[in-house]
């Protein structure tokens, strides 16, 4: 049997985000999920660590929902220095902007058109150069040319990078931990908001999930696919993990795929829609149905 093994959510885009037992589920994704962001004043773009030179040190910011069950919940961005600010406070921008050396906003709503910055790693077979190329905008990192990515592509009004959920199985990982030891396999540098846990072993197994509707416990449908194209952020340091470029290679060697009308991609994961919203906990079964057509 397939189960749900961990929820997570990710308060503000590219931020450190919290594990959590119990989410509601809607249309755009999961309550609460990316519900902030940062915007680099200078470029125009929505901040992402997918800019590692400017952005990367986000992923050692913690964001939490405070007073969740209060019907009030506050999000609260914690540094790695301890000092801790809500991301509504007037000065959490001014800090924000301190830390990063860049003056940045903080928004709640995605502007029109909005575009998130990205550079990409050095590594073969990553990500098709053509797409770098096509989205180049006119920014420059020290990593070289930066591509402006449509916010929200398939969750429009929303600081999703493309759809309102991102789902990964346990299986995948642990498979990869067996192959390659010497790199950690940790969800975190993955940011999925649902991990299935269960029955299978094999890797990458979310391949074969693609289109499949998915119920989840008793109200959640969700709808399966594309995969995931992953990027420099997965090779990124955060709490407890090093830097590892061997990540993006593994799955450039490993697992590319085709995601139409954008080329081939190294993935891990698979995005999803949300057919019917809902109530998910950790252990709320999980059964795929056959492909939708």
Known sequence: MLSIGELWRYPVKSMLGERVETVSIEESGVTGDRAYALLDVASGLIVSAKRPAHFGRMLDWRATTVGEGDGSPRVTVTLPDGSAVAIDDPEAAPLFSAVLGREVRVVSTAPDGALYGMTFPDIEGAAPMEFAEMTEVEVRDPEGPVSGIAVGLFAPGTFQDVSPLHVVAASTLAALDRSEPSTAWDVRRFRPNIVIAGET?????????????????????????????????????????????????????????????????????????????????????????????
Do not use: H, K
Not at 210 to 224: F, N, P, T
Not at 239 to 250: A, C, I, S
Not at 268 to 289: F, K, P
């Open 201 to 293: 072993s094999d890797p990458f197994v979310e391949n074969s999930w693609m289109s499949c509707e998915v119920a989840i416990g008793d109200e959640v449908v969700v709808q399966l696919g594309p995969s995931t194209p992953r990027c420099v952020m997965t090779t990124l340091p955060q709490q407890g993990l090093p830097r590892d470029l061997g990540v993006l290679r593994t799955l450039a060697r490993e697992n590319r795929q085709e995601i139409p009308e954008y080329g081939q991609w190294a993935c891990l994961g698979t995005y999803a829609s949300v057919l019917r919203g809902g109530t998910v906990r950790t252990g709320d079964r999980v059964e795929i149905g056959a492909p939708v057509t």
